[in-house]
Structures are given as structure tokens and as C-alpha cells.
């Protein structure tokens, strides 16, 4: 029986949107008083799967279910399929990136970069690296931790605004997070819709790459140069495994096989290349890289029970009926490619509110999923295409919002606020621009079936 059918026969309840409400009005309200305190990264004081847990509390007690059996059901949210293949990979993705990052893989990959850049493209050139790391990595934190310190550095020796300069990295590093096949925005999203990554892939960069390519232009012709840094020896060795699973991922290697190979790579070049790399120093990156991804994982469990409970007992069916209402105001000769646009627009703005509340790209799909999911099914969005605006406007609103913990870093590196860093985030308006664009225009290959 599919997740539709299944909703009709649940009575629609606005009450059961109340534990979603608590999440949003704790992590919101915690991180705005912080904030309103000078605290630095204030949203994230509170750790997100404590917040979660008071409303936990709240959907089990708004069960009108036995105790027992409303256990029972937060469980079956908590261990459905989709969630631990996502907890499963996101422990990959974390080892691969503690690995790599130890070994040197970073560093060798910001050389290469560097020495193959010419004087009047040194901003597109830092756009092209960030995202090259972001992509293979799966992380825009991880990756603005890695070029943000060596960026500086240039702006300073080249005289470029570092402002902007802030705002190319963020720009690169949310384009690679988007687009990646190992991010957690990417798995989230494509669980969530029941879509291949390399489908969803596919249809975000019919989108971002537009977007990119207008920002590496503005990038370009914003450069003010007046000296050309110099770049580190380029160790190919250290840059072979981002370039292994970048190739295996966007051939449709299994992506459980694409980061375990990665993971054994990283590590090869490590006992290879450093002589004090030892097996012992590799197991520690590996289980350092899976406490990296500690919060998201017990996020992804606790949202996945409270989206169960909050289904059996019609949230979800409320607010699938609230946008369809909504919709329908939208189209009023009720088209199909009305319905198709309206019902993508309303993904759109689901995921994107939803990101404005939480600051974190990856709550706010797993957030949205099951809503955007029906909304698919129903108005015939494809599966890959709903995964690609979902994390598309996830990453247009990360990538602009000042209180967001990309912009908070590069402000702390590069000694910014963070609203100086965000206003320089033209990626991230250009790829709003497009996917409304998409969104507005017609496209057939919608209504094909998702591989």
C-alpha cells in the first residue's frame, strides 16, 4: 500500500503538527535569545536532537494509542529503512572525510587547485576548488573549514575584498554540498522521495549549473588582483582518492561501495605517504569521522519516529490537505501543468520556511520529506525532481541565511559579520533565480517515472 493510500484513511489533525511546532519554537527561540546575547553560533548551542526530544514527549502523549503501542510506532519511524540506510551512510561519508582530511587529501587538492590558476581568475578559481571539495566530500562545513584559512590567506596577498572573497567560498561550497552524492543533503533528499542519487543529480545540474557559471562570470569580473600567490607542490598521490569517488559516484557505483572504497583509498595513501600514519592513527580518523556525524544521525532517527507518530495521527495528512487547498487556489482551471507547477512551488516554499526555522539544510528536508513526498505523488512531480527542488531551496536559503553555521564560520575566519559574508553569496541568488525559472517553465520529462 502506497504512503497516499495510507494517508487517506488517516483523519486529518492539525494537534499533530504541535510536536513539530515544539522542535521548531525550542531550536528557534534557544538560538534566537542566544543570539540576541552576542553567544556565538547561537542556533547551535542547543543540539538539535535535544530539542527534539520534548517533542517526542509531546506526540506520544498526544497518541491516542496505548502507550505501548505508540512506542511501538515512534520505533517503526525510528527503524524504517530509509532512515538507517541514511544513518548508515552518513557514518561512511564521516570516515571518508576524517580520513581524507588527515592524510593530507585536502591540502593537496587546494595545491592543485592553486597551481592552475591564472592571475585574473583567482576568485573563479577558489569558486571551482571549494565546490571540486565539496563535491567529493559531501560537506559545505567541511569544505569552508579546509579553503576558508588557505582563501584568506590569498585575499590578503593577492588585495582582493575578502568579503567577497568569503562570499565566493560559500558560494563554491554550497554549489559541491548540493550536488554532491555523498552529502547528507543529497541522501536526506533522495531517501525521503525514493529517487536514485545519480536521477536526482541528473536534474539538479540542469539547474545549478546555470546558476554556477553566471556566478563564476560575476566572480571573474569582480577580481582585483595585484599579486599572484604562490601554490604548494601538487601531491597527485593525496588528490587520487576525491577523484575516485567523485568518478565511482557519478557512474552509479552503490554509493555504500563508492565511500567504503574511498575510506580504504584514503587510508592507503596515508600508511604510504606519511610515515607516521599508522593503522591505529587510521582507525581513530575512522571513528573520529563517525562521531563528526553523531548529531545528524540521531536527528535523522528522532525526526524519522516523530514523522511516524505525527503521521499515524494525521499532521501529515493536514498539511497535505492544507497545500493541496492551496494549490488548487493556484490553478484555477486545474491544469495538470498548473497542478505541477503549483505543487513544486509549494515544495519550494515548504523546504525553504522550514530551513528559515531550523538553520540546517539537512533538518529541514527530513522535515519536509514525507509532505513533499505526497505532494509529488499526488500531482505527478517525479520523485527525482521533488529530491532536487527539495534540496535545491534548502541550499539557496542555507547559503543566504546570517544565523546559518556556514556563514558563521567563514565570519569567524575571515573576521566578517555574517551578513557581510551572505551578500556576497551570488551562487546561491542565481540558483534561486534558475529553479524558479525551471519551476516556470514548461518541462515534459516531469511526468516520466523516476529509474
Request: glycine content about 10%.
Amino acid at each position: 500500500m502506497s504512503n497516499t493510500t495510507q494517508q487517506l484513511t488517516i483523519k486529518p489533525s492539525a494537534l499533530a503538527l504541535l510536536p513539530l511546532g515544539i522542535f521548531l519554537a525550542l531550536f528557534i527561540g534557544v538560538g534566537s535569545y542566544l543570539t540576541m546575547q552576542g553567544v556565538d553560533f547561537a542556533f547551535y548551542q542547543l543540539p538539535a536532537p535535544v530539542a527534539a526530544l520534548p517533542a517526542v514527549l509531546v506526540a506520544l502523549l498526544l497518541s491516542k494509542e496505548k502507550l505501548n503501542k505508540a512506542i511501538e510506532q515512534f520505533l517503526q519511524g525510528v527503524g524504517h529503512s530509509d532512515i538507517i540506510a541514511m544513518c548508515m551512510i552518513y557514518l561512511l561519508a564521516g570516515a571518508f572525510a576524517a580520513v581524507a582530511k588527515a592524510t593530507g587529501g585536502v591540502d593537496a587538492t587546494v595545491n592543485l587547485g592553486l597551481s592552475m590558476l591564472p592571475a585574473s581568475m583567482i576568485l573563479p578559481g577558489i569558486f571551482v576548488i571549494s565546490a571540486f571539495i565539496a563535491t567529493a566530500m559531501g560537506t559545505s562545513m567541511g569544505t569552508i573549514a579546509a579553503v576558508a584559512p588557505v582563501a584568506l590567506g590569498i585575499a590578503q596577498a593577492a588585495g582582493m575584498d575578502v568579503a567577497l572573497t568569503a562570499g565566493v567560498v560559500l558560494s563554491g561550497a554550497m554549489f559541491g554540498d548540493n550536488l554532491s552524492i555523498i552529502s547528507d543533503t543529497t541522501i536526506a533528499s533522495t531517501r525521503s522521495q525514493g529517487c536514485q542519487m545519480r536521477d536526482k543529480f541528473r536534474e539538479n545540474i540542469r539547474i545549478a549549473l546555470p546558476a554556477a557559471l553566471f556566478a563564476i562570470a560575476v566572480f571573474a569580473f569582480s577580481s582585483a588582483v595585484t599579486e599572484v600567490p604562490a601554490a604548494g607542490d601538487v601531491e597527485w598521490l593525496k588528490v587520487l582518492p576525491y577523484i575516485t569517488i567523485l568518478v565511482l559516484a557519478v557512474s552509479g557505483l552503490n554509493v555504500f561501495v563508492v565511500l567504503s572504497l574511498g575510506i580504504l583509498l584514503a587510508g592507503g595513501v596515508g600508511l604510504l605517504s606519511a610515515e607516521d600514519y599508522t593503522l591505529s592513527s587510521y582507525a581513530k580518523d575512522i571513528y573520529a569521522g563517525f562521531g563528526n556525524m553523531q548529531e545528524i544521525f540521531l536527528l535523522s532517527m528522532l525526526i524519522g519516529g516523530i514523522s511516524e507518530l505525527m503521521r499515524q495521527q494525521g499532521g501529515l495528512a493536514y498539511l497535505t490537505q492544507m497545500i493541496s487547498r492551496i494549490i488548487r487556489l493556484f490553478s484555477k482551471d486545474h491544469s495538470n501543468e498548473q497542478n505541477l507547477r503549483a505543487s513544486e512551488l509549494g515544495i519550494a516554499g515548504l523546504v525553504g520556511l522550514t530551513n528559515c526555522c531550523t538553520a540546517n539544510n539537512t533538518v529541514a528536508i527530513i522535515v519536509s520529506g514525507g509532505v513533499a513526498r505526497e505532494l509529488a505523488e499526488e500531482n505527478g512531480v517525479t520523485p527525482r525532481r521533488a529530491a532536487s527542488l527539495l534540496d535545491i531551496f534548502s541550499c539557496v536559503i542555507q547559503g543566504v541565511l546570517p544565523y546559518g553555521a556556514q556563514a558563521l564560520l567563514l565570519g569567524s575566519v575571515f573576521g566578517l559579520s555574517p551578513l557581510q559574508v551572505v551578500s556576497h553569496s551570488y551562487y546561491c541568488f542565481f540558483l534561486a533565480i534558475a529553479a524558479v525559472v525551471a519551476v516556470l517553465l514548461k518541462h515534459p520529462s516531469r511526468k516520466l517515472v523516476c529509474a
